[in-house]
């Protein structure tokens, strides 16, 4: 045990959501052992923390469209804040060559984010087979992104904009793989049109499990340096474009009051109860 106790928790099996498993995988997300596609793809497990005492209080979604605070990632992410985990024993429990996405629901920060933070260096350390990914609305606190930059090559953490301006702050930070948020006319994926709109206009990659039948697993781009584009999506995307607009009308010294550190920890405990 490396004695990391977080809340949250990890999956027991592979996840079966037909965005992340690979399309060679069974429906419940298993490598096949059967068939044409026997062997094919990997499996990605995935972790869940609590929205709210995980997350930074600056992002624009937080309780106004988050995806994670709808569905049924809100059931994962409600049972993540009554539950508590190692995630590096966890992590070195999943078999060979497993995948594994980083919260899916929350994020790196809270009063137990460093402990969180730590876990995820020392369990891609300890098991060089694994290969992660997340993503961090925290990606302007220096610290995170110190810690980011810092972690093993097998482990990518994306920087999550609320705003596509804010591309250039992130690559000045040492940012290398970074997310940017596009409206679409269906608020799902990206027709062929949109996706060529978004790469000429910005040089991202339209995230390939919005417009085509093909998952993370396959994909795993947001392991890579590079630029990604999601459309805005979910059951609160709705409000969501609402919250993104926004924060897209400020003006980025209106959004430089984000606490960092011990001071915002202390903030999201006081706030809501971490
Ligand atoms: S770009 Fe690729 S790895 Fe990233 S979310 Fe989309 S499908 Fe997954």
Request: charge should be positive; charged fraction near 25%.
């Amino acid at each position: 045990m490396s004695g990391h106790k977080v809340r949250g928790f990890g999956t027991k099996g592979p996840s079966a959501n037909i965005k992340i498993r690979s399309k060679h995988a069974t429906k419940k997300g298993k490598i096949r052992k059967h068939g044409p596609n026997a062997g094919k793809g990997q499996a990605v497990y995935a972790t869940y923390r609590a929205v709210r005492s995980s997350c930074p209080i600056d992002c624009a979604l937080l309780d106004a469209g988050c995806y994670a605070q709808e569905g049924n990632v809100n059931i994962h992410q409600r049972r993540a804040g009554t539950e508590t985990f190692d995630p590096v024993a966890w992590a070195e429990g999943l078999p060979l060559g497993s995948l594994i996405r980083w919260n899916v629901s929350g994020d790196v920060v809270g009063a137990d984010g460093a402990d969180y933070r730590d876990a995820i260096h020392e369990a891609h350390t300890k098991r060089p087979d694994l290969k992660g990914w997340s993503y961090t609305h925290a990606w302007a606190d220096p610290e995170i992104a110190q810690w980011a930059q810092g972690l093993p090559d097998n482990v990518r953490i994306v920087a999550s904009m609320d705003d596509p301006t804010d591309v250039d702050r992130a690559r000045s930070m040492g940012w290398k793989t970074i997310a940017q948020v596009t409206e679409t006319a269906d608020g799902k994926g990206f027709t062929d049109d949109e996706a060529r709109k978004v790469r000429a206009d910005t040089g991202a990659l339209p995230c390939p499990a919005q417009r085509v039948d093909l998952g993370c697993a396959d994909c795993q781009a947001c392991g890579r340096d590079g630029l990604i584009s999601f459309a805005v999506h979910g059951p609160g995307q709705k409000k969501a474009r609402v919250s993104l607009a926004a924060r897209r009308s400020l003006a980025v010294v209106d959004r430089d009051v984000a606490l960092t550190g011990s001071e915002r920890d202390r903030y999201i405990a006081e706030r809501f109860g971490a």
